[in-house]
């Protein structure tokens, strides 16, 4: 065995520690995944340990605060210097990959324990130390079992490793500046407040009865993450062209009528609004698939390929569901809905990528209370319920006064009055006509959230710009004192 070349993957060990240098994430994983003898270059071992130091001190892991490690270890000259790391750094293709680098360096250190192994059990028998074939036989054996076992067989994590890499998250967290927004930015306050930010791996439902404000909404949510996140952002319209999302999308971001953006009824001041808003547009790394009522398999192979060239890809939004379509044959449509929510949760976790898929309320909406939706209400519902980490209910309540529907003034959660007394207030501002936008008032009820707390949320929809905004400061809890409303402090 001496000359021959123990098995290890350079570029792999290089790039777990690049990502451990780049991402608090990705440094929980690899610290409570590997040991130091698990790479095989000395330099990166090295590397590792000034990094297992940093963590018990509770220091945040970069480039900067290793290389102060590595000179307080007097090593620092021995791993090559500020330029070694410099080089980890770049050799990080994606942190959202270090699984798959943990699992290949993990693999490469077993695969060299069980060679030398074998190969002391070998010189015991040259060496004639062999008293008893059959207990030499199971003692050489159990060796071997032993360091095959400490490979991850089918993904199975101890509870000491998860404990470990959930440990170094929350002590991460707790050194993060926003300590509510952990995922995704919404670009909303209140709605930040209720998911932390939109959280890798999860499939958030969207649904509302048709012409409520929803593919508005995602259009607003798509944007906020692009800019707010400064990551690639994928948006698949199974209905709308692109280019009419992007009109709505520079009506949003310039506050220019969004119907003289499609006549071309527009003045001078408002072709410069026009103009500053393409510019921040062309900015964004926002990517479009308009392909209309798409195959389940095209979509998720599109996801995976963007996800592939930018794996940086921080949410894919889908408008809508129902669109879906697949190739099977199936005994209800209910059925087929079922196995694409099913991959699209699957898409997520594999993608590690919020997935925020657009859903249809069916018509029974109409004879709830105060038309007021509920989990029930899911168009082909199936396990659209089941397999969605989060589901959030919008409801319009001028919506139904257009139609001329007779409701009940009630809000989700029964809060009476609740959302007719903020109406009132935006009505005031139309009638004082200090409304230009046609602002509605929009009731988001979070209805399920596997991760964290249901309730509802206002926000204000300027329909003429295809605009969500938050309230103004103080509206909501003005009209909450005039109902006797209490809103907790992490709610204000």
């Known amino acids: 065995m001496a000359d021959v070349v123990l098995p290890h993957n350079e570029e792999a060990e290089k790039a777990v520690l690049g990502a451990l ?152 967290s707790a050194n993060h500046g926003n300590k509510s927004l952990i995922g995704v930015d919404t670009g909303y306050t209140r709605l930040n407040k209720f998911t932390h930010g939109w959280q890798k791996g999860d499939l958030i439902i969207l649904a509302a009865r048709p012409s409520v404000g929803k593919t508005a909404f995602a259009i607003n949510l798509a944007y906020n993450a692009a800019v707010k996140m400064n990551q690639p952002v994928a948006f698949f319209s199974c209905e709308m062209g692109a280019d009419q999302i992007m009109k709505r999308l520079i009506s949003s971001t310039s506050m220019v009528n969004s119907e003289h953006i499609q006549t071309g009824d527009l003045m001078g001041s408002e072709l410069a609004k026009i103009s500053s808003a393409v510019d921040a547009l062309k900015k964004t ?124 003034d009630k809000a989700p959660g029964g809060k009476s009055d609740y959302v007719q007394n903020v109406q009132q207030q935006v009505q005031e501002a139309k009638n004082a006509g200090q409304d230009k936008n046609g602002i509605s008032v929009v009731t988001f009820s979070i209805a399920k959230n596997r991760n964290g707390r249901i309730g509802q949320l206002l926000l204000m929809f300027s329909k003429n710009v295809s605009r969500f905004d938050d309230p103004p400061k103080g509206f909501e809890a003005a009209a909450a004192q005039k109902e006797g409303i209490t809103i907790s402090p992490d709610d204000e």
């Not at 290389?67 to 790391?85: R, S």
């Not at 130390?129 to 071997?144: C, K, P, R, T, Y």
């Not at 390929?305 to 379509?325: F, G, M, Q, R, W």
């Open 21 to 172: 240098l780049s991402d608090q994430n990705a440094a929980a994983v690899a610290l409570a995944s590997l040991l130091e003898e698990h790479f095989f270059n000395p330099k990166n071992q090295l590397v590792f340990k000034a990094a297992k130091g940093l963590a018990a001190q509770g220091t945040a892991i970069d480039a900067v605060s290793a290389t102060a490690e590595l000179k307080n270890m007097k090593v620092l000259d021995d791993v090559g210097g500020t330029d070694y790391l410099l080089e980890l750094v770049q050799s990080c293709i994606s942190p959202d990959n270090i699984d798959h680098y943990v699992k290949i360096v993990k693999d490469e250190a077993v695969l060299r324990e069980y060679l030398l192994k074998m190969k002391s059990i070998q010189d015991s028998y040259s060496q004639g130390a062999i008293e008893d074939v059959g207990a030499f036989i199971q003692s050489s054996n159990e060796s071997l079992t032993e360091i095959a076992s400490h490979r991850t067989v089918g993904d199975f994590k101890p509870a000491s490793e998860v404990a470990e890499t959930v440990n170094n998250q929350i002590t991460m």
């Open 285 to 408: 790394t926002l990517y479009f698939d308009d392909t209309a009522n798409p195959k389940l398999g095209d979509l998720i192979a599109k996801a995976r390929k963007l996800k592939s060239a930018h794996p940086e890809l921080c949410l894919i939004v889908i408008d809508y569901l129902n669109l879906i379509t697949t190739e099977g044959q199936y005994n209800s449509r209910q059925e087929e809905v079922s196995l694409v929510t099913r991959s699209l949760k699957q898409l997520a976790r594999d993608l590690k990528v919020p997935v925020i898929a657009l859903a249809q309320l069916n018509r029974n909406v109409e004879g709830n209370e105060g038309q007021v939706p509920m989990l029930s209400n899911l168009k082909e519902s199936g396990s659209i319920e089941q397999d969605a980490d989060m589901v959030i209910l919008m409801y319009r309540h001028d919506y139904y006064d257009a139609i001329g529907a007779k409701t009940k």
